[in-house]
């Protein structure tokens, strides 16, 4: 499967769309920088699906599967979300673990089929 775009919700730094194009993925973004960041999750979803092409939305909000499940299925979005039940385990702050888990398994991530996954530092798991 080719890589799809990484785009970061807006409840993540949007400053790791940075290192992810200092990683080479010089596509990789964030709904900050693309002006995105105040629409809600369904007008995210439909957005991306019309003019990001292959994308995958990578959130924190662990409660977007469930409550946008009919917006997901309809755009046949990709999300990759960062398993809050991991942080439970985890030394560092919630910023740290976020990153660490997208860098971790970024490889995993940009070559997501179409569904949801999620993602934590032992790694990656269907809902």
């Known amino acids: ?29 964030a709904l900050k920088i693309e002006n995105l960041d105040t629409l809600k999750d369904g007008a ?23 409550v946008h499940a009919a917006d997901v299925r309809h755009h046949s979005s990709t999300l990759a979300v960062v398993n809050r039940t991991g942080f439970r385990n985890w030394a560092g702050t919630e910023d740290s673990y976020v990153r660490d888990v997208i860098h971790r398994w970024l490889h995993r991530i940009e070559h997501q089929e179409d569904q949801v996954v999620l993602y934590s530092t032992s790694g990656p798991r269907l809902p």
């Open 44 to 66: 995210v979803l439909k957005t991306l699906a019309a003019a990001f092409g292959p994308c995958v939305l990578v959130t924190w909000d662990n409660k977007m599967p469930k």
């Open 1 to 29: 499967m080719p890589r799809k775009r990484i785009v970061l919700d807006a409840d993540i730094s949007w400053k790791l769309a940075h290192e992810l194009q200092k990683r080479g993925r010089t596509d990789a973004t």
